[in-house]
């Protein structure tokens, strides 16, 4: 950290200043500009808070210099996580592809909509039975029968699951029954869930807050990698602007500034991420060639009739034409999916 | 709702649309345009579902007519809900005024925050037990010992407590010391915890989200007030933008927008709306000429040694003085504090 | 248009927008809901005004039915508008590429980069001779000196020129030296120029401003096409959100939503829609994924002497690396480059 | 300027960037902390270009500790500037009151709407000759026309006239008629537009973009300081977010925010701020406490038959009525109005 003094601060400010960080354990450098003195702070296990440091008098304001999360970081880890799932290695050369409804509707829904991802070469099934929903007044998921519905379209397909959990106290029961566990983007800051999955053995596929920024993204990874949970996916699924045109923003440039900094692998939701399945496919084309790891794609045999988010899902021959799509841009960039 | 056709869409995706929305035991109004047919949907205990209808062949949009919220509506209840505190009516010409430190740090600084801002004339206590922490290596609160402590200042100075619940699970803890719940401004759309602290009796702050619309704030209401429980106040804290000198932007306007929709006190966070303490007297002595019904403030006797928020707190002598400021606004728009 | 009546609208006051609204050459068309009633507007060679009419007593709100654009719409003309540059039509299946520095700095550093971009592919060079620069004490570009060096550059190397113009009265001298007429991100809504840059007969590059809307960006070129000028091409190169790792986010989106409402040509930036040349090559692959008709890439012979820009800038030889990718992923999706 | 090393920076690339630094007349102070070297720029009478340094081989990144403005700073002046008006001192303890129509549209509307204002007690005429709009075929201003009606109101009122100018071309024209110039929030980075200002006399009213940081403002304010004219007012007018229910989200932070760091005075417009006539009021009110030196009010005598903007113009005798709130909350705060 480096404090930048007041113009006006009193050499006595300067310091107590200096007191006061040498008192917490730190070394500190002291830099005299013309118009400003500068005052670096050496050693560093655990940060100083900022905070504590901004209120005394005669400090204008500190500066951060090493970013706040560690055991994400590339600095800790320079090779990349994989995260192994039903014989694929996401985070590896052959990007992955999770498809399916957005929730669990019925047995015939989720059974047909399976077996077409699956025809099609997706590699997971996605599907919601716990669903985060703005209404009260809204269907919220089947719940514990949606969950069983899944592991029985795992046992048919092959394909493993990836659903939603929304509570510490849910985790265990959707563990049981899903090979990922989501945490969705109103729930990135859901502190007390990030420790419950953080404390399972489950990956987890963690959602960007749609007003969140990747460094928020970054530390509430922090959060699970801290619990002793190392398989943890990020996935950019749209940010919050003023555009209004389309439902959410999607931030292609969150694909390469993700992989300058962390070693976890980086998924990309163009279903979330726009909002209208008319530009999914765009944007699914467009994460592939910035190098996502993987997709989220919302597949339903009936878009018309479903429950929710519709208006973002693909009908599977669609679905089976974009992969194809999908698959040669993922060559000409020398991957393979 | 209106539904919207396209240009090009032909007599048969008229007629099956048409046909489709009487079967869900609805009424249409058909309007022929120059350019565009347009279907009024009439009658609505429950509204369609938009994304349904946007998915049938021949649509281009919808317009949705009513507001997503009921309960909370001024349609519903014209006249404003008080909320009572302590003997206090927030909602009413009074002005409420919550201030204490962000976090309970030690029995110590409690105390003698409690006592100072209950001199300068605050009408209840706020302070953190369990914080909700961007890094998993700060400070995360004391929590049930913070809890305690707070009883202890209630019981010392007479101010209701207002403490964050941050789980499901912690709500009966939590209620059996607080006076009101508070869901901060992360946990907004935790559906989970809405219900929860809709199921009990205790009155419930609910704090905009940072990067939430006013109407998610109306229907994060709707779910607790749909649980049964009345004592709902909505607190504007501001909201994430693109603007760096301060930590968020305090939406002002929400005063105002919120109170042309919706019978519930609406309070302001001028702490967290600026993140400086230097701007907090401006933007407090705003939020109540704009008509707030109660101010949240951070407090803190020695902010230089604070855990959390230290940059946004005010001493107890800078906010008494305040207190007075902030009395004579009151008076000069008809209220008082 | 359509007129949503407030819930407590007297008949009086229905009838007096009827007749205003008829008065003014429509006809209306009522629909009574439970809750609310609705006056359709019909007939819009021009369309009325919502300010006037939501400020007549019982008027809740306007909801407007046909965008505000025309010249520029899908609607108007279905096909692409192709605009001719140096045997290249833009819009068609072969992606244009536009390369070159930020500022023509000397003549050295133009005749430089000029074969070097060419050599690698490009099929028209960008430079800038009058630049928008947020501080007065920053370089503001080599002026008239400036495009007589772009001129040679053409002359050497046959590529056309792009080059912005900033103020109404620069738009003739810059038309004598350029082939195609950009106006930048600041000036998108800066009425004088788009007319005057529209009574011409040269492209237009109008890129989107960083917080305007796609409806704003199509405003903006109806303004350009309202005066004649039918060679107008969109440019997205980022926008400003909360975000701060990355200097603005790119809108990936914008490719298929504007693609989706107009005929003319969508290009792409992506060294200002990130702002960091680590992040320009994955994004440049994206956007030609997206299906963007061409690229502008920011490429200086030696970014670390640039006077502008140089942070985003590539070096020719990962410029003319990044050409092979680019190529791989436009034959992926069916075009060329 | 602070230069941070890569953690992997060699020894060479460390003194390659300190010979550079000191080739350009700086000196240089190292600080060897134990994960990163950091490189302190000493010497500043114009500060180093951060983007040549970032692309330096070694270096992560670069931060900034003295502000880009210097002449609007309050390190160069810390008394306030007052800006002289028809006898007021803007900026200085009365809060100035500029009121009228958003457009200038005939004789009767502008002299109607000058008495009207006149008399609730404003001290300065608002209207707008030359408008820039969104569409190219809304209603674009009366023009000359329009400012021979001001000053033909200001000789029946005696108010002082402000006035927008949109382009270079036109500052001459507009000058001979506006007492103060007015810079749109479309034109805040028009730079042209800000020098053309700044060489005249006229004091000038510079608003805020809807997309502009406070620092770009001051920026902007930065280029007509630096042109000769001392003469600048900053407004805040609303910035874009994501909320819907207003069209800007009035930024109050900015005035305790702005006032931190320049001597220009500071005013407020809550008529775009909210974009609402019913929120209008409790904005101004807001504006007021916060420290605003003066408010821009859009006042109309027939709102609903305004050309532009009537959907947050006050009526006349509503705006005479919040005056003498205004006064109130101003006398509360010790100014007056």
Chains 1, 2, 3, 4 share one sequence.
């Not at 050496?42 to 940060?47: A, H, I, L, S, T």
């Not at 716990?130 to 519905?149: D, H, I, V």
């Not at 592991?151 to 493993?160: D, S």
């Not at 849910?170 to 945490?183: F, G, I, P, R």
Request: aromatic fraction near 4%.
């Amino acid at each position: 950290m480096i404090i930048v003094m007041d113009k006006d601060a009193t050499p006595e400010q300067l310091q107590a200043v200096i007191a006061w960080v040498e008192g917490q354990g730190y070394r500190t450098h002291l830099s005299q500009g013309e118009e400003r003195t500068i005052v670096g702070v050496v050693g560093n296990d655990r940060p100083l808070d900022h905070n504590q440091v901004e209120r005394m008098a005669g400090v204008e304001r500190t500066v951060r210099i090493l970013a706040p999360y560690k055991l994400a970081s590339l600095d800790m880890q320079p090779e990349p996580t994989l995260v192994p799932l039903n014989g694929l290695k996401i985070g590896d050369k052959q990007v992955a592809l999770i498809a399916g409804p957005c929730s669990v509707e019925s047995r015939e829904q989720i059974l047909e909509a399976a077996h077409a991802v699956k025809e099609a070469g997706a590699t997971a099934l996605r599907g919601g039975a716990f669903k985060p929903r703005t209404s009260p007044y809204s269907f919220q998921g089947l719940g514990l029968a949606g969950l069983e519905l899944l592991a029985e379209a795992r046992e048919q397909t092959g394909l493993p699951v990836v659903t939603e959990v929304m509570a510490p106290e849910q985790v265990s029961l959707v563990a049981q029954y899903a090979d990922v566990l989501q945490v969705g983007a109103r729930n990135m800051q859901n502190y007390n869930l990030l420790r419950a999955v953080g404390s399972t053995n489950h990956p987890v596929l963690l959602k960007r807050g749609m007003m969140s920024t990747m460094e928020e993204l970054l530390m509430s990874a922090e959060y699970i990698l801290s619990c002793g949970n190392p398989s943890v996916m990020l996935c950019e699924r749209g940010i919050r602007t003023f555009e209004t045109y389309t439902r959410n923003t999607f931030d292609v440039n969150a694909i390469p500034a993700l992989k300058a900094r962390t070693h976890l692998p980086v998924l990309a939701d163009p279903s979330h991420g726009t909002g209208h399945w008319e530009y999914v496919e765009s944007v699914a084309l467009a994460a592939v060639a910035a190098g996502a790891d993987g997709l989220l794609i919302e597949v339903h045999p009936h878009p018309e009739q479903a429950l929710s988010d519709g208006l973002q899902s693909l009908k599977p021959e669609r679905f089976a034409d974009l992969v194809k799509r999908l698959r040669a841009v993922a060559e000409a960039i020398g991957r393979s999916l």
